[in-house]
């Protein structure tokens, strides 16, 4: 909103309304209004779900620490969504279709979980919100975000090519016009390109038609699963939030990167117009989840639940994919994806052995991963994976996950150079 009157005020020559133009300087106010929000208002937001008794039920797993979190506030989400939404309608442009996808996006998936929330708290039915139903919403999401920037005018790209000389790369150029592509960012090869329209070896018009299915079918499946891989990381204190901040940095630079000319050239990225906009998006979702570490670092003061972590999950998958980097969520996310591939890797492997041998048996003593870590090899859980042997305080496994986030946020902006 504010970017429009200033805009409009510039036009009426008010001294120092150009300053509102330059993205630097909203991102800058992104982030400190957030941070502001996140923490001052999340205060308040703790204090009414105190009042209302709104507490997070604690199933007894043999954890240490665990029964002492009984009856601490969840539904914290609400203060992240808060601290996002109300920076990016104040700050950024809001005709910028992006923007848009991504208020849409962080609406719908927060609705979700407030509604998954609202069943176990106030309904007491611990299993929350059906799972079809669930998974229905986010491929809803997905199709609307997949269709959407299919039918947009607004999507386009300019595609980066190189002119090679003697063996060496002299120079990279980009189309002179812009247009839209089903191409993708994917690492480690020597283009940095990838176009889901040559996956299968069609010709004609049923190239494009292929190419733009193959891309919806992938934003419903980075939407589903990362939105799900979020809420498993969700089960210590800071551990979710905090890792969702790293993803949020290292997208905002990818975001940047990707809508600066030179930049985009430098990294021979393919360039995508109006994307400077998501920048400020990603801004104040650092600002959002780092200024909710203040109340959700260990000790817990308040649980995002269902309301934060279905949001989280579901703004870094569209995130990435209107950024076209969707393809390198395994080394950027590998903290979430591994703790949702350690709850399919262990329901399988226990229902395959008890079916062989009328006994499960399990890899982990506990899923998802960071409960792993929790469980004391003395409770005489068998698994294949026994170390550590005895269980590692909760504050303690946040941070190495946290550490290991970082360095896979590094390593996601390096691979841009790594072909």
């Excluded at 993708?184 to 996956?199: C, R, S, W």
């Excluded at 069609?202 to 934003?219: C, E, N, S, Y």
């Excluded at 260990?298 to 998958?317: E, H, K, N, R, W």
Aim: hydrophobic letters at 50%; glycine letters at 10%.
């Amino acid at each position: 909103m504010l970017y429009h009157l200033f805009d409009l005020l510039q036009d009426w020559g008010v001294p120092g309304s150009r300053l509102f133009m330059y993205v630097s300087f909203r991102v800058g106010l992104a982030i400190l209004l957030a941070l502001l929000i996140s923490t001052v208002l999340g205060s308040r937001i703790i204090a009414l779900l105190q009042s209302k008794q709104i507490g997070e039920s604690i199933r007894d797993l043999g954890l240490e620490g665990q029964l002492s979190k009984r009856g601490t506030p969840t539904m914290g989400g609400v203060i992240i969504i808060l601290a996002i939404l109300i920076p990016v309608l104040l700050l950024a442009r809001l005709d910028n279709i992006y923007i848009l996808l991504m208020i849409l996006t962080t609406i719908l998936m927060g609705l979700l979980g407030f509604i998954d929330d609202y069943i176990k708290v106030f309904r007491k039915n611990k299993e929350g919100l059906a799972g079809r139903y669930k998974i229905l919403g986010q491929v809803l999401l997905g199709l609307i975000v997949g269709f959407t920037l299919y039918m947009s005018p607004a999507v386009v790209i300019k595609e980066n090519s190189e002119i090679v000389r003697d063996g060496n790369v002299r120079e990279v150029r980009f189309e002179k016009t812009e247009r839209k592509s089903t191409q993708t960012t994917i690492p480690f090869v020597k283009n940095n390109n990838f176009d889901y329209a040559e996956v299968l070896p069609i010709d004609g018009p049923a190239k494009r038609v292929v190419g733009w299915t193959l891309f919806v079918i992938m934003t419903v499946f980075v939407v589903t699963m990362l939105s799900n891989c979020v809420n498993l990381t969700d089960g210590i204190d800071g551990l979710a939030s905090g890792s969702s901040a790293i993803v949020g940095v290292a997208l905002g630079i990818l975001a940047y990167v990707s809508s600066h000319f030179e930049m985009a050239g430098y990294l021979n990225i393919m360039f995508i117009p109006g994307a400077e906009e998501l920048v400020i998006f990603a801004a104040a979702f650092v600002g959002a989840t780092f200024g909710f570490l203040w109340y959700n670092s260990y000790p817990a003061q308040v649980f995002m639940g269902d309301t934060g972590s279905l949001a989280l999950g579901g703004i870094i998958g569209v995130f990435a994919i209107i950024i076209r980097k969707e393809l390198l969520l395994p080394i950027l996310c590998g903290i979430f994806i591994a703790e949702g591939i350690s709850v399919i890797l262990q329901v399988a492997y226990f229902k395959y052995t008890k079916r062989r041998t009328g006994e499960g048996r399990r890899i982990l003593r506990m899923s998802p991963l960071h409960h792993h870590f929790q469980k004391d090899s003395r409770d005489g859980i068998a698994c294949l994976f026994n170390r550590p042997a005895r269980s590692i305080p909760e504050a303690k496994i946040t941070m190495r996950f946290l550490l290991i986030g970082i360095m896979l946020a590094v390593l996601t902006v390096v691979t841009l150079k790594m072909r």
